[in-house]
């Protein structure tokens, strides 16, 4: 579905990620791994068309599109959820899951869609109404996610979600994503949580310094410590 082929990106001279190359096939989990400032949230941001300054090759769903800006990328099924989630605040929770589809082709099925939404995620349920930022963190980052899926896209780009999450929450979030790829969602995952991350993963790539230095199928870095402590260490 996904596939990378040196790419770079720079913030000002400060050249960030450095001809990294890697895929994502279609149903999978797949989480980039690394320390604080390896280049984990440029990359996704790149791969977004958020980062100005970029070269290589992206082809999703075989369609090359590293030149393309991030709204025809959203329209070919590419979501993205930031670090930051930025939910708007003055906002009900239902409006800001209708912001993710009011460029939609399916905005008349706008009631349909919360509803079934708001099932896949029971919190929001309860909390339609209520004032989007007046929520815990946790569920404000469910929200986030929410309404990334209002628009159904094949593959969905996750920075760090549990970031700053009680545990509980984040337990039930990384449940979530494991039901999301059961209902044919594919998942780009950066995540602080390497253990937690890799057991619900297929594969795993590890940036270091904007390169990737390693990869392999999730079971063969859970059971490589020194590869862990090595690379991912906060």
């Not at 769903?61 to 025809?72: D, F, I, K, S, V």
């Not at 989630?85 to 706008?110: D, F, K």
């Not at 989007?132 to 990334?148: C, F, K, N, P, V």
Request: aromatic share 4%; glycine share 8%; charged share 25%.
């Amino acid at each position: 579905m996904l596939k990378v082929a040196g790419l770079n990106a720079w913030y000002d001279r400060s050249h960030v990620v450095q001809n990294i190359a890697f895929e994502v096939r279609a149903g999978e989990i797949v989480t980039l791994m690394g320390r604080n400032g390896a280049g984990k949230t440029t990359t996704l941001r790149s791969l977004m068309g958020l980062v100005t300054k970029r070269s290589g090759s992206m082809h999703f769903n075989g369609r090359e599109m590293l030149a393309e800006p991030a709204h025809t990328r959203f329209h070919q099924g590419l979501a993205y959820v930031p670090e930051e989630r930025r939910i708007v605040p003055g906002l009900s929770v239902r409006e800001n899951l209708q912001l993710g589809i009011t460029a939609s082709s399916n905005r008349h099925e706008m009631v349909r869609m919360i509803e079934e939404i708001a099932t896949t995620f029971p919190r929001l349920k309860e909390r339609l109404e209520q004032d989007a930022t007046s929520m815990s963190g946790g569920e404000q980052q469910m929200l986030a996610i929410a309404r990334a899926m209002m628009a159904r896209p094949q593959m969905i780009l996750l920075d760090e979600p549990s970031e700053g999450i009680m545990p509980l929450l984040v337990e039930e979030m990384f449940q979530l994503f494991v039901r999301m790829k059961q209902a044919g969602t594919t998942i780009l995952l950066v995540e602080q949580n390497v253990e937690r991350a890799l057991r619900i993963s297929d594969r795993a790539y590890i940036l270091d310094q904007g390169q990737i230095v390693h990869t392999g199928t999730a079971e063969e870095l859970l059971d490589d410590q020194a590869i862990q402590e090595r690379y991912c260490a906060v």
